[in-house]
């Protein structure tokens, strides 16, 4: 054969121990410094007490709050009893009297209150253009009706 080449032995070399530094001599005891006296934290004053002068009382509220209740020229027709938010459609139970497309209502509730014309109305899936009592309708409404919403007619 040919000349073998000879391998070279990788030999590992170790790391050489890490010196500890010098120990010098060490230095003679240095006397410890007194520590700084803080002044002492000043208190407040003690308050003057004084006689208090009298409250004034409020002065009236400028406009009286809107009345809650079916106003003047104002029948309840009937009540919501569901309502269809992706539609924006409200089902009212007609409880006395009739409505009809065209009409001027107002929706009552314990945070609702608007006033709008009836534009449409079904029933069964039907539109239909007037409906009585007992029946159970769906009308497009303009903001959120709440169940138990109390709908009247707006005497025109």
């Given at each position: 054969?040919?000349?073998?080449?000879?391998?070279?032995?990788?030999?590992?070399?170790?790391?050489?121990?890490s010196?500890?530094?010098?120990?010098?001599?060490?230095?003679?005891?240095?006397?410890?410094?007194?520590?700084a006296?803080?002044?002492?934290?000043?208190?407040?004053a003690?308050?003057?007490?004084?006689?208090?002068?009298?409250?004034?009382?409020?002065?009236?509220?400028?406009?009286?709050?809107?009345?809650?209740?079916?106003?003047?020229?104002?029948?309840?027709?009937?009540?919501?009893?569901h309502?269809?938010?992706?539609?924006?459609?409200?089902?009212v139970?007609?409880?006395?009297?009739?409505?009809?497309?065209?009409?001027?209502?107002r929706?009552?509730?314990?945070?609702?209150?608007?006033?709008?014309?009836?534009?449409?109305?079904?029933?069964?899936?039907?539109?239909?253009s007037?409906?009585?009592t007992?029946?159970?309708?769906?009308?497009?409404?303009?903001?959120?009706?709440?169940?138990?919403?109390?709908?009247y007619?707006?005497?025109a």
């Amino acid at each position: 054969m040919a000349a073998a080449k000879k391998r070279k032995a990788k030999v590992k070399r170790k790391k050489a121990p890490s010196r500890k530094p010098a120990i010098g001599r060490k230095s003679p005891a240095l006397k410890k410094k007194a520590r700084a006296r803080r002044p002492a934290p000043r208190r407040a004053a003690p308050r003057k007490t004084t006689a208090r002068p009298s409250r004034k009382p409020r002065p009236a509220a400028s406009a009286p709050a809107p009345a809650r209740g079916p106003l003047a020229g104002e029948v309840r027709v009937g009540v919501v009893t569901h309502y269809f938010g992706h539609l924006s459609v409200a089902a009212v139970r007609l409880e006395s009297g009739s409505l009809r497309v065209g009409d001027t209502i107002r929706v009552l509730g314990h945070t609702s209150d608007f006033r709008q014309r009836v534009d449409s109305m079904q029933v069964e899936h039907q539109s239909v253009s007037e409906a009585s009592t007992g029946q159970e309708i769906g009308m497009r409404v303009t903001e959120h009706a709440r169940e138990h919403d109390v709908v009247y007619k707006v005497a025109a």
